[in-house]
């Protein structure tokens, strides 16, 4: 049986978690042995000394700020239309028991196992079950038997590993063994850790070096609590963006949403003087509930080409045509940007990853020039990472952020870092997670800080560059960048970790 490196379900303590280091490869700090191998072959100069301080570069310790996240976003926690139930609920807690499952089908793996045309409900049923959680509450060693199959054609993928190395990391069992008794011991310490969740959110943040915590939230979230206890307990320790997203949807002629809106903000959005009133009010309420931002994944479903717009232009609600649906999410796009603009706020924006013939970043330039006082993050940026280099070097108020590349897959990060380190400007590259549980996050900080371990001791070979200044370096992408352009936290010394 695999033995968990401290108590499961129970406080971690740094030296514990960082234990755990020992198996799978899967510590914090850890370099890839194929890079360090990569490094030493291409250079048959390269002294007894070098070798030593490249492998010296430990960024285990190295605070981590996470700006872009998602966690709880799975089924036990619940879902409503269009989202899930953490990001429109304050303090919003699991409905039901916790699991392993829970953890590994997420959005993303359970995602990408859909994709690859596999339905573990329907392996359940199958095999005697109503669906896989309902089998695995009764054996998840026998559910996960079940799944193996097609795991293991998808054992080499990003989401997957990230999601093991981090329950690794935090449980002490890697979910990849065989021992039916460990898969019972790391399902029943989740559900321990998640009946008390946000406590435990905070417990895995310390043993990761996670410091601040920015969580995506749609605009119903400001006014809707579980309780008055849970979401003063989930704000103690997390900041919140608003997602616009919903907003570029309310032109149909019954919206219940926009119903919905209109009565949390004493506004019905008819014709441009009240919408203007209708998203001022929205972001009035997001910055009195610790909203610092906002975030939009129009890339999803059409280009980033966002065109001024005149009022005049606008078709409010009703059956709009294609053409008309396109200009009022432009003039909705714009006003937000306005607000942003006006209230210093960070605006993020998804960048590649899907509907690839229309996600490329390069129209956002139509936003950084009017809206500069308006900080455009760009997320994930893969396979546009040169388009996504070029705007954060010549645009002074777009950045970078990593987020989601190495739950894709890991090597995305390191070509991307790989191409930038020596274009752009470094305090112009965040790296975080966009994770949907706390252990995926844990997971990807893991490859992460690896590869920036590795990209970084490229750096001390072409250009002489020493180890100390090349934490220095590490400490800006993973935690100090985002300081001031969230005006969150604070700035931590390389000489204090």
Not at 28 to 43: D, H, K, M, P, T
Not at 361 to 380: E, G, Q, T
Request: charged share 20%; glycine share 6%; net charge neutral.
């Amino acid at each position: 049986m695999t033995t968990p490196k401290f108590v499961l379900g129970g406080d971690l303590s740094r030296r514990g978690f960082l234990a755990t280091a020992s198996t799978a490869a899967a510590g914090f700090g850890s370099v890839r042995i194929s890079c360090a191998e990569r490094a030493s072959a291409s250079s048959s100069s390269e002294t007894a000394s070098e070798k030593s301080n490249s492998l010296a570069l430990d960024l285990a310790t190295v605070p981590n700020f996470c700006s872009h996240e998602h966690w709880g976003s799975f089924d036990s926690i619940g879902t409503f239309p269009g989202g899930f139930r953490a990001d429109i609920v304050q303090g919003a807690t699991p409905t039901r028991r916790t699991g392993l499952f829970d953890i590994l089908l997420d959005p993303y793996f359970g995602g990408f196992l859909a994709a690859s045309g596999i339905n573990p409900n329907e392996i359940a049923r199958k095999a005697g079950s109503e669906s896989i959680h309902s089998l695995a509450t009764q054996s998840p060693a026998k559910a996960l038997d079940l799944l193996r199959p097609a795991i293991e054609r998808q054992k080499f993928t990003g989401a997957y590993q990230c999601i093991r190395r981090g329950l690794l990391s935090l449980y002490g069992v890697d979910i990849a063994t065989y021992d039916g008794q460990a898969i019972v011991q790391i399902d029943s310490a989740i559900a321990k850790n998640y009946s008390d969740i946000f406590p435990w959110y905070q417990r895995a943040m310390a043993a990761a070096h996670f410091t601040d915590l920015i969580r995506i939230v749609h605009p119903e979230f400001y006014v809707r609590e579980e309780s008055a206890q849970t979401a003063a307990q989930e704000a103690a320790f997390t900041h919140t963006l608003m997602r616009i997203d919903p907003l570029v949807g309310l032109w149909a002629k019954e919206s219940p949403r926009r119903d919905g809106l209109a009565k949390i903000t004493g506004v019905d959005p008819s014709d441009a003087r009240s919408w203007r009133e209708f998203i001022a009010k929205l972001f009035d309420l997001a910055a009195a509930h610790r909203g610092i931002g906002i975030k939009q994944l129009q890339a999803y479903t059409r280009s980033l080409e966002f065109l001024p717009r005149k009022d005049s232009e606008v078709v409010w609600r009703g059956d709009l045509s294609p053409a008309q649906v396109r200009v009022f999410q432009d003039w909705v796009v714009h006003e937000c940007c306005k607000q942003a603009h006006d209230r210093g706020w960070v605006h993020q924006i998804h960048v590649g990853t899907n509907n690839i013939t229309e996600c490329n970043p390069m129209p956002l330039a139509l936003l950084a020039k009017p809206y500069s006082r308006m900080n455009i993050v760009m997320l994930h940026c893969w396979p546009f990472l040169k388009e996504a280099g070029w705007l954060a070097k010549f645009y002074p108020n777009i950045y970078i952020n990593t987020c989601w590349q190495p739950v894709l897959n890991p090597e995305f990060l390191a070509e991307a870092l790989t191409g930038w380190l020596n274009y752009v400007p470094i305090y112009k590259i965040t790296c975080d997670h966009d994770s949907t549980s706390v252990e995926m996050a844990v997971g990807s900080s893991l490859f992460t800080r690896e590869i920036i371990a590795e990209v970084l001791i490229e750096r001390t070979r072409h250009l002489g560059m020493n180890i100390r200044d090349l934490k220095s370096a590490a400490l800006d992408m993973l935690h100090n960048n985002a300081v001031p352009l969230y005006r969150i936290g604070k700035e931590i010394s390389v000489d204090e970790i």
